[in-house]
């Protein structure tokens, strides 16, 4: 059996990608004012534009709007106005208002605080119930042992090459390199049935690498090409994984002179498969961008994210897929699925009481577990919100505490 697992990566240039960034920037500048800040900002990018627009409650932050959208274009490298679009020239458009009061409402005090009695209130255990969840829907968290960083090695590897696309733009060691740039690795895996009938890895290999630059008039596509094998896949790609049969696409429309925001509409929450595992696993549709903690789109992801790299890290699986599900304005998840997809130490749903016993996914308790009312999130808007060590959500504290409380139930697999 041969599979083929294809991801990709888009660049911080990229206009859904640049929206993105822009959004997360107010959003640390609200929490860094005012860390109770409940923010829900989207933006949409075009030629000459930036449209910023969503929900915000605070009460002492005062963010300048123009002065922070335009300091994260000029960060991410669009200073020049024959790019269509730039940090100076570019007009600025915001239309933000409070947030909804229905929706506050639940989100201050969910249904099961409002239920309890002051005595239950002063309990403990209910410290964490006050807070219910700004939305309803479904959220997976994943990790996999095939890389260090226990994420699926095709968006790896796509991550890489935009990150090295962007530090050679950034150093000029390729001036001719623009902003905009898309990445795309096809890795094969030939899965033979060993006697037993599983389908176990024996090879995998880079299949196929395809790369989308933009970059100035001055420059052929022959340089191109031979710069991006040479400097960029495989500076990225270990050469064990490059084979003669490797197919690279480089530019293959034949030119990309015209990107950014001036090619191409830009909006908030465009790549969410590009910002969680390549499409290796289901996703549960909420983007991350733009949204404060008190939104389980994007905190209960992180949050799932992080059981699965414990689950994983542990030993107590090779593969861990975590969904988890709530309820608006409540603050208890409503359901609660382990998936190891049968390379589990002990069964699912042992491991899914083990989990419940160990996390606590309220999102009031997600919050302070992870600490996330900071400043942390615009370097989350590119190059992926999972599998970088500097995001609390990537810890693997856990591990341990999970390994030993399954010891005695391996005879239930």
């Keep these: 059996m041969r599979k083929f697992y294809t991801s990709e990566s888009v660049s911080e240039g990229h ?3 640049l929206a993105d960034f822009i959004s997360d920037s107010l959003l640390d500048e609200f929490l860094r004012q005012e860390p109770e800040s409940r923010v829900a ?62 929706i506050a409402g639940g989100v201050d005090h969910s249904e099961e605080w409002r239920a309890m009695t002051p005595a239950e209130r002063a309990r403990p255990e209910n410290r964490f119930s006050e807070v219910g969840a ?37 150093t000029g060691a390729l001036p001719y390199l623009r902003p905009d740039a898309k990445a795309q690795v096809t890795v094969v895996r030939d899965l033979p ?13 880079v299949d196929t690498v395809v790369i989308s630059t933009q970059h100035g008039e001055d420059v052929t596509q022959e340089r191109i090409r031979a710069d991006m094998i040479e400097h960029v896949i495989r500076a990225v790609i270990p050469a064990e994984l490059l084979t003669d049969e490797t197919k690279y696409f480089i530019n293959p429309s034949g030119k990309f002179v015209l990107g950014g925001p001036h090619g191409d509409t830009g ?62 304005g409540r603050a208890h998840p409503v359901s609660l699925r382990v998936d190891t997809y049968g390379t589990g130490a002990v069964s699912d749903d042992l491991l899914a009481d083990l989990v419940r016993g160990h996390f606590d996914a309220r999102p009031q308790a997600i919050i302070a577990q992870l600490d ?42």
């Design 15 to 17: 206009p859904d990608k």
């Design 41 to 102: 900002v989207e933006t949409l990018v075009t030629t000459g534009m930036a449209v910023v627009a969503g929900e915000v409650r605070a009460e002492r932050a005062h963010v300048d709007v123009q002065k922070i959208v335009r300091e994260a274009v000029k960060a991410v490298g669009y200073t020049r106005a024959i790019y269509g679009f730039d940090a100076e020239y570019s007009a600025v458009l915001t239309t933000i208002h409070e947030q909804s009061p229905d």
């Design 134 to 170: 700004g939305d309803q829907g479904l959220m997976f968290g994943y990790a996999t042992d095939e890389t260090p960083e226990l994420m699926p090695l095709p968006i790896s590897l796509a991550h890489g090459l935009t990150r090295r696309l962007a530090e050679l733009r950034k």
């Design 193 to 205: 049935a060993n006697a037993a009938g599983v389908h176990e890895a024996t090879q995998t290999f």
């Design 267 to 328: 909006l908030t929450g465009r790549k969410i498969i590009v910002d969680t595992y390549g499409g290796a696993v289901p996703h549960g549709g909420g983007a991350f961008s733009g949204k404060d903690p008190t939104k389980v789109d994007r905190s209960a992801a992180y949050y799932a994210r992080y059981i699965a790299k414990n689950v994983v890290a542990s030993g107590l699986a090779r593969r861990a897929l975590v969904e988890i599900a709530y309820a608006i």
């Design 372 to 413: 996330l009312r900071r400043p942390i999130y615009a370097q989350t808007a590119a190059y992926g919100h999972f599998g970088r060590a500097d995001f609390p959500w990537e810890q693997t504290d856990r591990a341990e505490g999970l390994k030993r409380a399954a010891e005695g139930h391996r005879e239930l697999v």
